[in-house]
């Protein structure tokens, strides 16, 4: 079955760095594009960055631009998500996501937390 297990959160200062990973199975991941979302207290889900198939291409909410980078390996099976300049707003759950034939698929989340 498809499994998206996200790895890689944590508290960080303002300003600090973290990467996130998203291991996946269950499909052929160098295949689907891949993309990570976020929902932080009191908000709704947002999509954060996408990355194509090969990854190419990807694409960011202007919220992130410039200061995160997803990215993937797919002899890895995995998703990263690079974030750097973190602020205060970027506390949220992150979720790995990705739509196959059979619907769409969510990880369990890791929650970032970025507090002085």
Known sequence: QV???????GL???GGSL?????????????WPMSWY???PGKERE??????RAG????????VKGRF????DNAKNTVYLQMNSLKLDDTAMYYCNTMLWTGRYWGQ????????
């Open 3 to 9: 499994q998206l297990v996200e790895s890689g959160g």
């Open 12 to 14: 960080v200062q303002p």
């Open 19 to 31: 990467r996130l990973s998203c291991a996946a199975s269950g499909f052929t991941f160098s295949g």
């Open 38 to 40: 976020r929902q932080g």
């Open 47 to 52: 999509l954060v960055a996408s990355i194509t």
């Open 56 to 63: 190419e291409s990807t694409t960011y909410s202007d919220s």
């Open 69 to 72: 980078t997803i990215s993937r």
């Open 109 to 116: 989340g890791t929650q970032v937390t970025v507090s002085s």
